[in-house]
């Protein structure tokens, strides 16, 4: 990809966050306690979070870290850093009932592209980067960054969507999250993830799979539907379910049906890499 595609690419998605900043909720509980737990913040330590969005990670972060350490998000979408500094739990925002100051005033949010850290290399413990790898236009030169800011032995947590190993089903869930309007780059599967993170120099030591439950309804009553996509997506969706059977996989979805209603389940994955040297 080309300096100019990339940021072709990186427009798209800065419109795709800016438009999406208010509502946006940063994912599955399970995948932030599956984060936390690999990359184990300790008192004292400096963490810092990439493509922080509206902070959820960040302020999580910082919570662990406490006042004796530093918890930085960074973002290229200013709509997205406005949200995360208008939380309660942002430094400076509201705490409880609107008044006062927020818990976290070891938390920072600075406006920055994941592959242009503006931050001297070996300056933190733990880098974290929640679902934002498959919407980088150079997801190689991303990775090498957050890995250059770790010091040596330092723990790089990545949580990502994942596509299937097999092709076929793959590129029918390039289809089913293009229909419902997803903007991305690429979806990785889980070992193209850990082959990227051990040539940034942060081979991969532990994974979790996160799984998270979906209702088709809410996608396709979802704003972010085109209209001309609705009819499509709801011909795809009706595939899945009618011939896909309890615990059956298709587009890398499981299939549920719980009291009479369909459920598609997504298993993220959460890697734990750790920096070498």
Not at 148 to 158: C, F, H, S, Y
Not at 166 to 186: F, I, K, M, S, T
Request: charged share 20%; glycine share 14%; hydrophobic share 40%.
């Amino acid at each position: 990809m080309t300096g100019g595609q990339h940021a072709g690419t990186d427009a798209a998605t800065r419109a795709h966050f800016t438009a999406r900043a208010t509502q946006y909720s940063g994912g599955s509980e399970a995948s932030l306690q599956a984060m936390l737990e690999l990359a184990s913040p300790r008192p004292g330590e400096r963490a810092l979070d990439v493509a922080t969005g509206t902070g959820l990670v960040l302020f999580a972060l910082a919570g662990r870290v406490g006042p004796g350490g530093l918890a930085v998000g960074v973002d290229f979408t200013p709509a997205m850093l406005a949200e995360a500094a208008r939380r309660p739990s942002a430094p400076g925002g509201a705490g409880p009932g609107g008044a006062g100051p927020g818990p976290q005033p070891g938390a920072a949010l600075i406006a920055a592209h994941a592959t242009q850290l503006p931050f001297r290399p070996g300056s933190f413990d733990v880098v974290t980067c929640r679902f934002a790898v498959h919407h980088f236009s150079d997801p190689g030169a991303g990775l090498g960054a957050m890995v250059e800011a770790l010091r040596p032995g330092g723990r790089l947590v990545i949580a990502d969507f994942i596509c299937p190993e097999d092709p076929a089903a793959a590129e029918l869930q390039d289809r089913l999250e293009r229909l419902r309007g997803h903007v991305y780059v690429q979806i990785f599967t889980q070992s193209r993830l850990q082959e990227m993170l051990a040539a940034a120099g942060c081979p991969v030591r532990a994974v979790r799979p996160s799984a998270r439950e979906m209702r088709p309804q809410e996608w396709l009553a979802s704003p972010n539907v085109s209209p001309e996509s609705r009819v499509a997506l709801a011909e795809l969706i009706n595939g899945l379910t009618e011939h896909g059977g309890t615990g059956s996989r298709q587009a890398g979805l499981e299939v549920r049906r719980v009291d009479g209603e369909v459920r598609l389940v997504r298993t993220d994955a959460v890697l734990l890499g750790i920096k070498s040297g």
